[in-house]
């Protein structure tokens, strides 16, 4: 029997956040950047109650901050019982460690916090792999620090780690764990090819964007699937399939894992097999939330990890996003004249500058869609022809 009072909940963690104006940037880029690391500390389970940036040239090399600036965040954090304090860039093992035994609380880094929010979405054998081995190679340097810190604070953000025993702070250990996973990796992206062989030459289609811009949504629209969508970051890590027809014309479309800046390379490198879906598509549909003010950022972080992948020269259709959402903005033009970034505005501009095409919908209230399903029955019809000739019929 439970006595009258006692609560079973869990007590949501709270957390400071951390960010540096360095040389070249702006407050309002640091701004943007931490209202992300914010929503990726509310899809971890955490309530951000404070801020603090600082202007340097550089990271302090030990404390990351100004001697200052950290015995500021010190006093917050004792005052107000803070569980967690979280920096907008990656620490190195020398500054969690000093900046630990200064602040006396767990400390997360962007990494980290990305690394524990890809483990808690984890669902399929592929995916946990992934996760795990980038865990690993995250943890690898930082093993002395961190397996000390783990003695002292158990579970919470940040903790969900592949392992926590004793045995496993041995490098060698650790070294010995991610050759396996690496090897498991490369039977289980063995058995993904063999897949994509046998799916035939049939059209595919790949939707890509930032992370939480409703790809998935436009994919249980288009599709007419039950793919796990949310409003929040990383919703989707497992790449789904499914077969659609438009018209008469069959083709398969991919829902991938989203992008974001400063995405630890660990994760990159493991989630390379998952971007196969990207590098073998035939056409690539760019989702881009256009109700996000910072729409430009993350369509440009998009097309630098394309470029890195050496996909831009493939037919793409751009899409605008939840317009049924968006509110007009008033942005400064080149000219440093203010004007109305109305969608009819947004529309015309994007359509003069772009060489490919684009569009403007709502996957959630199902806005334009039927636009868009004519522009895709036109690219994958224009593959399609040259693929199978005698098929005219179809058409």
């Known amino acids: 029997m439970i006595e009258k009072g006692f609560s079973t909940e869990k007590k949501q963690e709270t957390a400071v956040l951390v960010g540096l104006v360095l040389q070249g940037q702006t ?83 962007r990494s980290n916090l990305i690394l524990d929010i890809f483990a808690s979405r984890a669902r399929t054998a592929h995916a946990k792999t992934q996760v795990e081995l980038a865990q690993y190679q995250y943890l690898l340097p930082r093993l002395t620090n961190l397996w000390t810190h783990l003695s002292k604070q158990k579970g919470g953000i940040g903790m969900k780690g592949p392992g926590e025993t004793e045995i496993e702070t041995d ?69 789904t399939v499914r077969k659609v027809v438009i018209g008469n014309l069959p083709f398969l479309l991919s829902d991938t894992v989203g992008f974001i800046r400063k995405l630890p390379h660990q994760l990159v490198e493991s989630f390379k097999s998952t971007l196969d879906e990207v590098t073998e598509a035939d056409i690539l549909v760019h989702v881009v939330d256009v109700a996000s003010s910072n729409y430009k950022d993350q369509l440009d972080v998009v097309n630098q990890t394309l470029a890195e992948l050496k996909v831009l020269n493939k037919p793409t259709l751009l899409v605008f996003n939840k317009i049924d959402i968006y509110k007009e903005r008033v942005d400064l033009d080149i000219g440093e004249e203010y004007i109305e ?19 403007f919908i709502s996957a959630e ?31």
């Open 171 to 239: 490098r060698r250990v650790i070294r010995d764990k991610i050759t396996l996973l690496k090897n498991k990796l490369k039977l289980i992206d063995k058995q993904k090819n063999t897949q994509r062989q046998n799916r035939g030459k049939m059209v595919r289609v790949a939707l890509i964007g930032y992370t939480n811009v409703g790809k998935s949504t436009l994919m249980n629209a288009i599709s007419k699937s039950d793919v796990f969508a949310e409003n929040k970051l990383f919703a989707t890590l497992d790449t």
């Open 27 to 109: 407050q309002a880029l640091v701004d943007e950047h931490l209202d992300e690391l914010e929503f990726l500390a509310e899809t971890a389970g955490a309530k951000s109650v404070k801020r603090f940036v600082q202007g340097m040239e550089k990271p302090n090399p030990k404390t990351f901050l100004g001697s200052g600036k950290i015995n500021e965040v010190k006093k917050y954090v004792d005052e107000f019982e803070i569980d967690m304090v979280i920096f907008d860039d990656e620490l190195n093992p020398a500054q969690i460690r000093n900046i630990e035994r200064i602040l006396e609380c767990k400390i997360l880094d």
């Open 341 to 359: 970034d109305s969608l009819e505005h947004l529309k015309q501009s994007w359509a003069k500058k772009l060489s490919y095409p684009c569009i």
């Open 365 to 395: 209230d199902k806005t334009n869609l039927e636009a868009f399903r004519k522009k895709m029955y036109q690219m994958v019809k224009k593959i399609h022809v040259k693929r199978y000739p005698f098929n005219d019929y179809l058409y």
